[in-house]
């Protein structure tokens, strides 16, 4: 199994976090930042269609093979998501 770990800072443009690999992976997420919400979704995510990420807050999602994950932030940021990707 092959790992990948990065940090992506997000704000009010939509923003790649991880993803397009040529297998499905776990995408693990968390807000590192305290002090605003980010959203997550497709590449066309806003922060009125996508899942809210809380302060603090942590989520492991299923991407299957060439998805990618998206975000973006209701206020300038930069707001920080660490991730790791587990893959085959």
């Known amino acids: 199994m092959s790992l990948i770990t990065g940090q ?3 704000g009010t443009a ?8 040529g297998y499905a992976t ?5 807000l590192a930042d305290n002090t605003d919400n980010v959203y997550i979704g497709p590449a066309d995510v806003t922060t009125s269609t996508g899942l809210k990420l ?7 999602i299923q991407l299957a093979q060439n998805d990618a994950m998206y ?3 209701s206020a300038t ?12």
Request: proline fraction near 3%; charge should be negative; hydrophobic fraction near 40%.
């Open 14 to 21: 939509v923003v790649k976090i991880a993803g397009n690999y």
């Open 54 to 60: 809380e302060k603090q807050d942590h989520v492991d």
């Open 71 to 73: 975000a973006v932030a």
């Open 77 to 88: 940021g930069p707001f920080t998501i660490t991730w790791l990707v587990e893959g085959k």
């Open 8 to 10: 992506t800072s997000v």
């Open 26 to 30: 776990t995408l693990h997420m968390h």
